[in-house]
């Protein structure tokens, strides 16, 4: 109770109303920006540190699982109250002002996660990806070298390199790298095209090189034309999935799943040595400092007993932290390039219900 002399009391009513209604403005476009950035952030973050965690689970024998965000609903709500109240005395002068007041704020979201089980699981990690998806990357701008690398178990009978554990590891085949290499040439000087032929049984997808090719691209172009077993002739190359061509125009891709990405990557860790000598996993790939840079694992996941300082993303997984250092830009890409493939392995997959739904007060 506060003693104020000679306050009008409708001044001091008018007070408390002008705070009452300020608190009824709008709270919405206020959080548009913030949000966003904040949900953005955590979202690409958890992702990351999933697609890690699932990594690292293979090369221990685990079975990946994957939980996507489907929905990011936030309720927010501000309630304000204000409670003023006097007396007029006559015996005494001055008023007796009682005032009052409070204000409640509530963030609420309502975060949606949706397992990846059944057919959408099949379709999304052991479906290879379509051969189109990969040259439409490469058209994009994506190094060829890299893409086919990463993604490509066959060109025309060209193999790539297998270093999956499980006696999976098979040597490339001796002209595969020279074969990507000149693609990734002539993909530097736009020579490399992609379009899309619509023809009665349905649309195809073509690969084609210029009429008047440079020298330099001429010798290129001959040699992936011989290394694929393509007629000279041909401008026009009709992408096909599989691993041997049926026609001198084809060029058959056997891509790879996004399993079997996920298994390449996994043989790739540093993983610690006790692990290999208590037979948790198997032995990873030898990287020297003579190591050719085609050879080496193209995503370099360290291990060790504590967290790394500054890491790209980082996970603990049995005790141990593995992780992508922050000054890898290579393994940074690549990694960011791996996200990428699991969205091209998702397209045209309906989305089912949601199975969990967390208020997360």
């Known amino acids: 109770m506060r003693r104020i002399a000679h306050a ?33 952030g955590a979202i690409a973050d958890s992702w990351k540190e999933q697609m890690l965690a699932n990594i690292v689970r293979i090369r221990y024998g685990d079975a990946p699982v994957f ?51 059944g057919d959408q699981f099949t379709k999304s990690l052991l479906r290879p990806i379509p051969p ?6 490469i058209q994009a701008g994506y190094p060829a070298d890299f893409v086919l690398q990463a993604t490509v178990e066959a060109l025309n009978g060209i193999y790539n390199r297998t270093s999956g554990g499980g006696g999976r590891a098979r040597p490339p085949s001796p002209e595969f790298k020279p074969l990507i290499e000149a693609l990734r040439r002539l993909q530097s000087t736009g020579v490399l095209g992609l379009r899309l032929k619509k023809t009665a049984a349905g649309e195809v997808t073509l690969v084609f090189f210029p009429n008047n090719p440079s020298p330099e691209q001429q010798r290129d172009i001959q040699f992936v034309a011989q290394t694929l077993k393509l007629k000279p002739d041909h401008d026009e190359i009709v992408l096909e999935f599989g691993a041997v061509q049926r026609n001198p125009n084809e060029l058959a891709v056997l891509s790879r799943s996004l399993s079997e990405i996920l298994i390449e990557l996994a043989a790739g860790i540093q993983v610690p040595a006790n692990d ?36 790209y993303v980082a996970i603990n997984y049995h005790r141990h932290w593995y992780w992508i250092d922050d000054a890898d830009f290579a393994s940074k890409r690549a990694f960011s390039f791996l996200m990428l493939f699991f969205s091209l392995a998702q397209t045209g997959i309906i989305s089912h219900q949601p199975v969990v739904t967390i208020p997360a007060n």
């Open 276 to 311: 290999v000598a208590a037979g948790r996993t198997y032995p990873g790939i030898p990287v020297g400092p003579d190591m050719p840079a085609s050879d080496r694992p193209f995503v370099r996941i360290r291990s060790g007993d504590t967290r790394p300082s500054d890491p």
């Open 67 to 117: 939980v996507d965000v489907s929905s990011v609903i936030s309720s927010y709500a501000l309630q304000t109250e204000v409670l003023a109240s006097g007396v007029k005395s006559l015996d005494v002068p001055g008023n007796l002002i009682s005032l009052g007041a409070n204000a409640t704020y509530v963030d609420k979201p309502t975060i949606t996660y949706t397992p990846l089980t």
């Open 8 to 40: 009008p009391l409708a001044a001091i009513f008018a007070v408390g109303l002008s705070i009452a209604l300020g608190g009824c403005s709008s709270l919405g476009p206020n959080t548009v920006v913030r949000d966003r950035a904040d949900y953005i």
């Open 132 to 137: 189109e998806s990969l040259f439409s990357l």
